[in-house]
C-alpha cells in the first residue's frame, strides 16, 4: 500500500447507533446478532438480580456525533479531491514529453528525437533509513506501529525492525517497502 493513500478508519469502531422503540423482541433480537456483544447499559435491579438496561443516547450526544462523521467525511473528500487533481495534473497532455514523428522521417532522426525527449535525471538523495532510525510500518500485519530500524539489507529487500511490546523489544522481518522513516 502506498503511504500515500488513505484508509478509512471508523469513528467508534463496534459500535451500532440504532433508533428505535426497545421492546423484549428487538432486544433479544439484537442479542442474537453474531458480533454483538451488549448494549451501552446501566445496571438495574435489586442486590439478587441486576441486569443491563439499555442506555439511550441524548439527542445532544447523538448530534455531535453526526456532525464529527460529517467533518472526517468532508476532510475525506477534500483530501480525495487534491489527490485527484494532483493525478490529472500528472496526466494533463502539457506536462507530458510527446514527440511527433512524420512518415519522412529516418530511423536515425526518431533515435535522436527519441533521446533528446528523455527527461534529463535529476541527481536526487533518496533517504534511505539506516540502522537505529525510527520507522514506521504503512502496511502488513505491523500497520501503523512504531519501531527501530535494527538492519536494512538492500541486496534482499528486507529489514529488521525492533517492536517495544509489553516492555521488551521484539524484531520483525519486514519488506523495507512497508516502512517509512518516521517523521517528528
Do not use: W
Not at 135 to 162: P, Y
Amino acid at each position: 500500500m502506498d503511504p500515500t493513500q488513505f484508509k478509512q478508519k471508523p469513528l467508534f469502531p463496534g459500535r451500532v447507533f440504532l433508533r428505535s422503540v426497545l421492546n423484549k423482541e428487538i432486544h433479544d433480537f439484537i442479542r442474537e446478532c453474531d458480533g454483538i456483544r451488549g448494549f451501552i447499559a446501566s445496571k438495574v435491579g435489586n442486590i439478587k438480580k441486576q441486569i443491563n438496561k439499555p442506555k439511550p443516547i441524548s439527542a445532544e450526544d447523538m448530534e455531535a456525533i453526526l456532525q464529527q462523521a460529517r467533518e472526517e467525511q468532508e476532510k475525506a473528500d477534500k483530501a480525495f479531491e487534491e489527490e485527484q487533481k494532483e493525478e490529472r495534473a500528472t496526466l494533463d497532455p502539457k506536462n507530458l514529453n510527446v514527440v511527433y514523428i512524420d512518415s519522412e522521417s529516418t530511423s536515425k532522426d526518431v533515435t535522436e528525437s527519441v533521446i533528446e525527449s528523455k527527461p534529463k535525471r535529476r541527481s536526487r538523495k533518496t533517504s534511505q533509513p539506516a540502522a537505529g532510525s525510527a520507522v514506521r510500518v504503512v502496511s502488513g500485519t505491523f500497520a501503523e506501529f512504531a519501531g527501530v530500524l535494527r538492519k536494512m539489507d538492500r541486496k534482499t529487500g528486507r529489514a529488521t525492525v525492533g517492536f517495544t511490546l509489553f516492555g521488551k523489544e521484539t524484531l520483525v522481518d519486514l519488506d523495507a517497502s512497508e516502512i517509512v522513516l518516521e517523521t517528528k
